[in-house]
C-alpha cells in the first residue's frame, strides 16, 4: 500500500503534490497522451480504478481516461497517433485505444440521465470533470488526475476513503443506486476485492434499493456474481450481500443458510459453516494447481443449500439432514441455470 495513505490527516497541497509524482511515477504511459489532448485544445484526465490502484500500491494494466473531446473529436486527436481503435463503445462515448503495449479507454464527460424503469442510461456528454467524477460508483473511484501534469483531483473525498478503507458513494448513496442499481452488487464486490467496509448508509440504501435489481438483466448480474466469487474474499462480499438482504434477490438460497437453532436442537451455523468452506477451499487452491477457480468456489458456498429443505428433529435433541446433497444439487442447477451460468459451470458445481 502506498505510504501516502499512512499519513493520518487530510491531504495538504504538499501531500497532493506527492501525490502527483507518485502517479507520474507509477503511469508514465498516460503523459504523452495527456500532451496530445492538450496540443489540440481539450483536456484529459486519469481517472478511476488506475488512480486508486496506483495508492494501493499495484501498477494498472489499463487506462481509464476522461475528456471534454466528444467521441468524433478523440477519434480525429487520436488519428495517426494510435496504433489501433475500437470504437464498440462509442455509443456510450467510449473510444479504445492501443499504443504499443498500453491500452486506453478514452470517454467523453457524462452527465447522463437514467430511466426509472432501465438501467441503461440516456447518454448525455458534460463539460465538467468534477460533475463528471460526481456520477461515478464509490468515491475511491471518483479520483482523478489532470493529464500532461498530473494535477490529483479528488472533489469527493476518496482518498480518505481508501486510508479508513471504506466505501462510500459521491453523493447520497439511494440516488447512486437507483441510477444505476447494479452498483448495489458492485458495493459487495469491491468490498471482496478490496477488503474495505461499507460504510453505514451505503449498506442502509443497498437494501432499500435492492429490489431495484429487479430491472438489471440475469447476465449483468452474472457478470458482478462472477467477479465477486473470484475476488481475493468472496466470503466477505456475499456476506455484505446476505446482511443486506440483496442476497434474497440474486442467492436466496444462501440467505436461508442462516437457520436458527432452538435451545432442544443444536446443530452448526451452516451459513458460517459454508463461508468457511469457502474460504479454506480457496486456501487449498494453489496445492491443486489452481487460480480462481469459479466452480470449486461456487460448490464450496453452495455444497449445503439443500438442509434447509431437509432439516428434520430427532430424538436427544440432535438434528439430521437426509439427501440434503441430492436437494442441494436441484437447487443449483435451478439458480444458476435461472442466472444463466454457462451451462458447463451449471453441470459441474451442481455434480
Known amino acids: 500500500m502506498s505510504a501516502l495513505l499512512s499519513m493520518a490527516v487530510s491531504m495538504s497541497n504538499e501531500q497532493r503534490r506527492a501525490a502527483a509524482a507518485l502517479l507520474r511515477e507509477q503511469v508514465p504511459a498516460v503523459a504523452g497522451i495527456g500532451r496530445l489532448f492538450a496540443r489540440h485544445g481539450y483536456e484529459l484526465a486519469l481517472v478511476g480504478g488506475p488512480v486508486r490502484d496506483v495508492f494501493l500500491g499495484a501498477r494498472p ?32 462515448g467510449t473510444i479504445g485505444l492501443r499504443k504499443g503495449n498500453d491500452h486506453f479507454e478514452v470517454t467523453t464527460y457524462r452527465s447522463e440521465q437514467y430511466d426509472r424503469t432501465s438501467r441503461r442510461p440516456e447518454v448525455q456528454y458534460g463539460t465538467s470533470l468534477e460533475d463528471d467524477l460526481s456520477r461515478r460508483d464509490f468515491t475511491v473511484n471518483a479520483m482523478a488526475a489532470r493529464l500532461p501534469g498530473y494535477e490529483f483531483t479528488d472533489p469527493f473525498g476518496g482518498f480518505d476513503a481508501l486510508r479508513e478503507r471504506v466505501l462510500r458513494t459521491p453523493g447520497p448513496p439511494e440516488r447512486s443506486f437507483g441510477d444505476d442499481p447494479l452498483r448495489i452488487l458492485r458495493a459487495a464486490r469491491f468490498a471482496a476485492r478490496l477488503g474495505f467496509a461499507v460504510a453505514p448508509e451505503v449498506r442502509a440504501a443497498m437494501t432499500d434499493q435492492a429490489e431495484r435489481l429487479g430491472i438489471v438483466s440475469a447476465e449483468r448480474i452474472t457478470a458482478e456474481l462472477t467477479k465477486l466469487m473470484l475476488a481475493p474474499d468472496p466470503a466477505l462480499g456475499i456476506d455484505v450481500l446476505v446482511q443486506t438482504e440483496v442476497a434474497e434477490q440474486v442467492l436466496p438460497e444462501v440467505s436461508r443458510l442462516r437457520m436458527e ?74 439458480r444458476l441455470t435461472a442466472l444463466r ?11
Open 61 to 92: 494494466a489499463d487506462f481509464d481516461l476522461a475528456t471534454n473531446a466528444t467521441p468524433d473529436q478523440v477519434l480525429k486527436i487520436t488519428s495517426g497517433w494510435a496504433d489501433k481503435t475500437w470504437t464498440v463503445g462509442i455509443a456510450f
Open 341 to 351: 451460468f454457462p451451462t458447463d459451470v451449471v453441470k459441474d458445481v451442481s455434480r
Open 261 to 334: 437453532a432452538d435451545e432442544h436442537h443444536r446443530h452448526k451455523d451452516v451459513y458460517e459453516h459454508s463461508l468457511t468452506v469457502l474460504r479454506q477451499a480457496i486456501g487449498l487452491e494453489p496445492r491443486y494447481g489452481l487460480e480462481d477457480d469459479l466452480v470449486v468456489r461456487l460448490a464450496a458456498l453452495l455444497h449445503d443449500i439443500g438442509k434447509p429443505q431437509t432439516r428434520t428433529l430427532l430424538p436427544g435433541g440432535r438434528v439430521a439432514f437426509h439427501l440434503h446433497e441430492v436437494v442441494g444439487a436441484k437447487l443449483t442447477r435451478k
